[in-house]
């Protein structure tokens, strides 16, 4: 297993920490269910496309039970699951970043923040996921799947990152176990993966509140080794 990449850190000094992926539906809502129950923190998914159906926020209210105090209005929702680029065209509006503000949240809440699809996915004209990343300010955790295929995607989505100069916390597998992709993402991207959550029979509740011993890493590197009720 990778050392840890921050041996000089024992803690990441943020306020909150942003959960990408390699893909949509890679599991960054499962994922960041799982964060949010283990690092007893709220939830803001700033920019959701598709049908109320298919929202995270609701989502993470299901699997979590937190109050929905805790979970933010999204900045934007668009009702065509498409790019948000393409889910705002189709209703004659534009993504301005200049709208899309952290909420007001209280001093000692951590805000797990959950991006739409992939770090290069169009918002508008100017500007993609990354950007508000960027603006944003919080480490990322990047979420990949565990199979084949998630080398190359986790590698692409790193390098990225570090062309902006982002601060990436790690990365949380996710899916059945597979350690030679393990080893591979820690050795070929010089980074920890923080976190391997398996592949569940069923997604509620209990599932995610299972997932906490796993989550132990990031519950250490952002100091948020809260004793949970
Ligand atoms: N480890 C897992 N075990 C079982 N089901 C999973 C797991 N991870 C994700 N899923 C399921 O796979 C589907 C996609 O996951 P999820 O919604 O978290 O993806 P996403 O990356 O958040 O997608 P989007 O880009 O739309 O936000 C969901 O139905 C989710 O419940
Ligand atoms: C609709 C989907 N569930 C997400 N909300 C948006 C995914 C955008 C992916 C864009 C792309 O990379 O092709
Ligand atoms: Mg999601």
Not at 170 to 189: Q, S
Request: aromatic share 6%.
């Amino acid at each position: 297993m990778k050392e840890t990449i921050f041996p000089g850190k024992t803690t990441l000094n943020s306020a909150g920490l942003f959960v990408t992926g390699t893909d949509t539906e890679v599991g960054k809502t499962f994922v960041a269910a799982s964060l949010v129950k283990a690092l007893k923190a709220s939830y803001w998914k700033p920019i959701q496309t598709g049908p109320f159906k298919d929202h995270d926020s609701p989502e993470i209210q299901r699997l979590t039970g937190i109050d929905e105090t805790s979970i933010y209005s999204c900045s934007y929702s668009f009702p065509d699951p498409l790019s948000p680029h393409a889910a705002a065209k189709n209703v004659d509006k534009v993504i301005d970043l200049e709208n899309i503000r952290l909420p007001e949240h209280g001093a000692e809440e951590f805000l797990v923040v959950e991006g739409a699809g992939g770090v290069l996915v169009p918002l508008n004209d100017d500007f993609m996921m990354i950007d508000l990343i960027v603006r944003l300010g919080f480490p990322v955790v990047i979420v990949a799947r565990s199979g084949l295929g998630t080398i190359n995607h986790t590698l692409l989505t790193l390098e990225s990152l570090r062309s902006r100069e982002i601060n990436v916390a790690g990365v949380i597998m996710n899916g059945p176990a597979n350690p030679g992709n393990r080893n591979a993402i820690e050795k070929y991207g010089d980074i920890e993966v923080l976190a391997e959550l398996p592949q569940c029979d069923d997604v509620s509740f209990n599932t995610i509140a299972s997932l906490k011993p796993k989550l132990q890493r990031v519950t250490e590197l952002f100091g948020r080794n809260v004793n949970n009720d």
